[in-house]
Antibody, heavy 121, light 110 residues
Framework: EVQLVESGGDLVQPGGSLRLSCGASGFSFRGSWLSWVRQAPGKGLEWVAN????????FYVESVKGRFTISRDDTKNSLYLQMNSLRNEDTAVYYC??????????????WGQGTLVTVAS | QSALTQPPSASGSPGQSVTISCTGS?????????VSWFQQHPGKVPKLIIFEVSRRPSGVPDRFSGSKSGNTASLTVSGLQAEDEADYYC??????????FGGGTKLTVL
């Protein structure tokens, strides 16, 4: 059974940093394409970042470029999102998601349960 | 990149069909056959119901169907059931390996 489990969400002050993790199981992690998608309270979905297999290529929404870094550790079946210089508007539930094998973004077929990041003073 | 345009709300009675539109541009929906639809019940995780414009993942009822014409993608839910009441989001590949979502449509089953 495919499972994605996020962790690391917390309350952080503006300008602070946080690292989210997403542990994966039940599928071939190494060759998978993965993403982070966020949802602000009461709002819609927003794509944040993509990473291809082996971490060879990464892509970001304009609003997080230079502040967020997506990465993966295939030896630990884990996906990460390093978030620096956090802003109030980064407050959201952050989901990790997998791309349907053989397809492309945004064919996100499995999602984690989400982890809440709150940026506030 | 601007979000794809969806109607804020849609509704239908049990057994009826309802179609939700998702309008983009020639840079996203119109240019790529990577359009997905997600269903999200309140407090729940989004669920993929359509990908690559019209493909259904295993386990998704065939009451859900997707299509595309020009810069507009559509999701049709046939034979509406009470459990179909949820928020629906479209999403498209933008090229350059980036993604854009629509603003979401709240579907009400009357």
């Amino acid at each position: 059974e495919v499972q994605l489990v996020e962790s690391g969400g917390d309350l952080v002050q503006p300008g602070g940093s946080l690292r989210l993790s997403c542990g994966a199981s039940g599928f071939s992690f190494r060759g998978s394409w993965l993403s982070w998608v966020r949802q602000a309270p009461g709002k819609g979905l927003e794509w944040v970042a993509n990473i291809k297999q082996y971490g060879s290529q990464t892509f970001y929404v304009e609003s997080v470029k230079g502040r967020f870094t997506i990465s993966r550790d295939d030896t630990k079946n884990s996906l990460y999102l390093q978030m620096n210089s956090l802003r109030n508007e980064d407050t959201a539930v952050y989901y990790c998601a997998r791309v349907y094998p053989g397809s492309s973004w945004p064919s996100f077929d499995y999602w984690g349960q989400g982890t809440l990041v709150t940026v506030a003073s | 990149q601007s979000a794809l345009t969806q109607p804020p709300s849609a509704s239908g009675s049990p057994g009826q069909s309802v179609t939700i539109s998702c309008t983009g541009s020639s840079s996203d929906v119109g240019d790529y056959n990577f359009v997905s639809w997600f269903q999200q019940h309140p407090g729940k995780v989004p669920k993929l119901i359509i990908f690559e414009v019209s493909r259904r993942p295993s386990g998704v009822p065939d009451r859900f169907s997707g299509s595309k014409s020009g810069n507009t993608a559509s999701l049709t839910v046939s034979g509406l059931q009470a459990e179909d009441e949820a928020d629906y989001y479209c999403s498209s590949n933008l090229g350059s390996d980036s993604v854009v979502f629509g603003g979401g449509t709240k579907l009400t089953v009357l």
